[in-house]
C-alpha cells in the first residue's frame, strides 16, 4: 500500500512547521508511520511467499526478477518508514520542522508534503 504523500490526511493550512506542539503534526506522521509499516509487512510477506515458491529455470526468469524487485520495494519502504520514525523523534525532541544542516524553519507547504523532511530547500540541494 503506497502512501500518498501528497494529499494531505488533514489540513495543514497555516500550520506552523516549528511548532512541535501542534497535535497535527503527530496524527500526520503517526498515520504515515501505520501506513508504511503496513506496506512493509504486506512486501516482507510477498517476498517470502515468492522466494518459498519453486524456483525454475537457472534463476534468471520471472520469479527471479520479481524476488529482486520485491526485495527493492522492501527496502525502500523500510527506509521510508525509518525516515517516519526520525521525524517521530524529532517532533518528540522539539527539532520538527527545523533543518538538521542550518537550523532554519523548512516551509510548512514543503512539510505537508514531505513531513519526514530534514532540510531546508536550500540545504537539499547540497546534500
Known amino acids: 500500500m503506497p502512501v500518498d504523500s501528497d494529499r494531505p490526511a488533514m489540513p495543514l493550512a497555516g500550520l506552523r512547521p516549528a511548532d512541535p506542539g501542534d497535535p497535527r503534526w503527530r496524527v500526520r506522521l503517526e498515520s ?7 506496506e512493509v509487512t504486506e512486501l516482507s510477506l510477498a517476498y517470502h511467499d515468492a522466494a518459498a515458491a519453486p524456483v525454475r529455470g537457472d534463476g534468471q526468469d520471472a520469479g527471479g526478477r520479481q524476488l529482486r524487485q520485491l526485495l527493492s520495494r522492501a527496502v ?52
Open 32 to 38: 504515515r508511520w501505520r501506513a508504511r509499516l503496513l
Open 76 to 127: 525502500d519502504a523500510r527506509r521510508a518508514l525509518a525516515d517516519t520514525e526520525e521525524a517521530l523523534v524529532r517532533l518528540t525532541a522539539g527539532h520538527f520542522g527545523r533543518c538538521e544542516h542550518c537550523a532554519q524553519l523548512i516551509p510548512a507547504a514543503d512539510l505537508a508534503l514531505t513531513p519526514e523532511a530534514r532540510y531546508c530547500p536550500r540545504c537539499a540541494l547540497v546534500s
